[in-house]
């Protein structure tokens, strides 16, 4: 039955645009800028209008006026060379003794002059050479491991965890370190026992206290080995001149130290984790005041200490003394030592403070990933028979480790960050070292300040916020949306 | 595998008890070792050193002087008269005076950030992510060497100002001027009906709770708790005879150029302290921007679409059920931003603002030379903060947190 309605449309209606609110530039801003200022239906709602209009329009003229002044300072402004080596000539006004008609900005040939300082400190300039293989080799390693679908990724990290700390170690120090030699029969001694131990016992050879105990003896073996092998190394004589830790300096002392309060930290931060887990009542206290006490202190106060107290708790010079309490001298009237003191490097021992800090701040991260495994997985293991060591090392660690990579890095940023705090110890980082050009007077400028702490801001904003990226994108990457 | 099960020591290993019980004792015996020997090394080098022990030279007079803060007033110090007990009491008191100042700033700071990333203006949005990308990226001590170095030592010098608001305010090198309140007679009946208002709120609020829940009236508890609040020491000190006067700061502009500049009278906040005060503020609240985005984020579309079901107005809705339930997920990492903020208010000895690692770790450290018990007895003053941080968070955790049955 067919009909004609009057009042009954035939074509289908056009399709009509988006509302100019929805759609274009103009209907972007309407939603991301003008919809939260057009409200005046009661009192309540046009108060808030007018304050966001307010709000608006101050925020907007403070971020413009910012980046207007920083590119005004950085390029419109900004000195580019130095042809002539005036040095703070050519950065200053006529006015003030230099050469620039008009007010500068930024002072880069400073940069420039003090890019070396900068980058490796009063590092020796023929040397250089051995600081930027240790930068390279760090650079190729880090793509690699960034980089996925790279071949012998595992390799490659394990190699950055072992032996590239010594390359750069004997590169940078310059090697050849006098190392006695009965640590070398020790550490023989020790690692090859371990390791024979480990052999001959691991099936109930040796009775089943050894066997009991077998996977220790294999770690202290092939740690005392891997030991001895590396101070093998860094006592060899490759003819590199000795650099001594007090002329590094800048960047290379920040990734020095950030690197390995990094590489130190992973390993006691597992151990502490695990032991805060423990059920043995001692090794969860213990390990309670630990993380505890090192992260209820500040880092400076944990660097005053490394550098104050840590050379009282060791060791000191002692000297022969005769029955009245008189040094004995020797025949060219210098004291007679008895044992020498453990006199550490000062670069060493904000290390030490630095790896014990963040060692405390790692556990807490995985203990976090440590308490994110469901229980299922320990039961699971038990229930396969696995040891602790087994179970620890097989399943639980793997799955923690991978949960926490993004606290991991976070971890790292704020390191690298806190490796700043070095100078005030007296060690030369990165900020230290561009403080300490300010005191050349020969780039005394009204702008040398701005243009350094610019040129650091810099360097440590692109460092961090590419890590910080970077671990964005493993949060994104390690979700397997299993979490409840 | 025979011996598994021989008796005796073969079978003791294989027993969980026994083989925890071995290794604490291990762990014990070789800690207890490694402090003997840090203990004996210790005193053996302190000797060598000839050195004093203990904690006597807390009565000793310290001859330096150390700038004018509000540690300084309390313990009115006077180089040559006070020990150095006073010494450590005033830095301890501009470490706490700096922290809590900075909590409250970057509270506060934090929270418009947190809010504004989250808004619909691009404006607001730009700005904030902006703010915290920036200053979460740079290192606290570069920030505190901006401020101080670029920023303050860059004011005029101690001879001219900067007006900041009239002749009341003012900034130069030696710092901001500000007027001073000098309480007179009879102020701390102000004092007291604060106290009484605050007492009164909090019984009128039970009582409307109360009331509430028995006949289902709702009385204006807010308003009227903010009343009180306000109005009651208002009238108080009305009646008192407006018992309080400012203390002006004074600026001879004339007269010897030695005499010039500002005077000793009204508030006097000191460079070093601006700069502590704003890097820790702005950096810590770069922090806890993400913490309340995060928080608010948090919260589930469906909890304010349900309340919007339930009839609620917006702001209540906000002030009952949202702000609740993102407090829960936001308070413990802002307990932990709080913390971050006292330990980073060390830093200040950089800048050499008095606080407890500057004046007690750095200049009487120089001095005593006792390095174990004063950094010992620095470190003691960031754990307690610390700690007893923790313990109230924990408390107030316990309070908010779900209540689940």
New interface residues.
Partial sequence: MKTNYQYLRTEEAPILPPPATQSGIMGWLW???F???VQFHNV?AAIRSLL?IA??VV??Y??FNTIVSLVQFAFIDAVWSDPDGLKRGVCTTVDQGGIATSQVGACWPYVGAKFKTIVYGAYPTEELWRVDIVFALLAVGIVWLVLENTPGRKLVGISMLTVFPVIALILLTGGHFEIEAQTFVIMAIVGLGGVALWVLGR??GL???I??FSAMFLLAGVTSLALLVAAFATSIDFGLVEVETSLWGGLLVTLVVALTGIAASLPLGVLFALGRRS?????RY?SVGFI??W???????VL??SS??L??????T?YQVDELGQTVLDAEGKPVILSEGWDFDKLLRALIGVALFSAAYMAEVIRGGLQAIPKGQYEGAMALGLSYGQMTQLIVLPQALKIVIPGIVNTF?GLF??T??V??IGIFDL?GAI?SSFTDSSWATPTT??TG?LV??LI??VF??GM?RYSVYLEHKLDTGHKS | ????N?AG??RL??DQKFR?IF??VL??VA?IAFVAW?AD??L???D?QEKKKGFGFLEDTAGFQILNTLGTAITDYTPGVSTYWDVFVTGVANTLVVAFLGVIAATAIGFVMGIFRL?????????ST?YV??L???????QL??WY??VLRAMPDARSRIQLWGEEVGINITGLYAPAPQPQEGFGWVWLALAVAVVGGILFSNYAKKLQAETGKQLPVLWTQVGLIIGLPLITYWVMGSPLEWEYPTFNETGPIFKRGFGDTGLVLIPEMIAVWLALSLYTASFIAEIVRAGIMAVPKGQSEASSALGLKP?VALRMVIIPQAMRVIVPPLTSQYLNLT??S??S??IAYPDV?SVF?GTA?NQVGQ??EM?FM??MV??TV??STSIFMNWFNGRIKLVER
């Fill in positions: 939603q991301n800028m919809s939260s200022m309540g966001m709000l608006t925020l907007a403070a971020g099936n109930g009775g089943a206290f066997e009991a059920e043995m009542p001692l090794i213990l505890e006490f992260r209820g202190v500040p880092l400076i106060t005053f200490m104050v107290m050379p009282m708790f060791l060791p000191g002692e940023i960050k806190d700043t705090l100078l005030i900020l403080q300040n701005a702490y650091c801001a440590f904003f961090c916020f910080s | 595998m025979a011996n598994r021989n020591i073969g290993i294989y925890s290794f604490q762990v014990a800690l840090i090394n210790t053996s080098n302190i060598a808004s619909n203006n691009a404006i607001l949005k730009g700005f902006v990308e920036v979460r990226n740079v290192p606290l001590l570069l060497f901006f170095f670029f702001n330990k980073n060390s830093l000895v950089a690692v770790a450290l390095e174990i950094v620095m470190m960031y754990l610390s700690l």
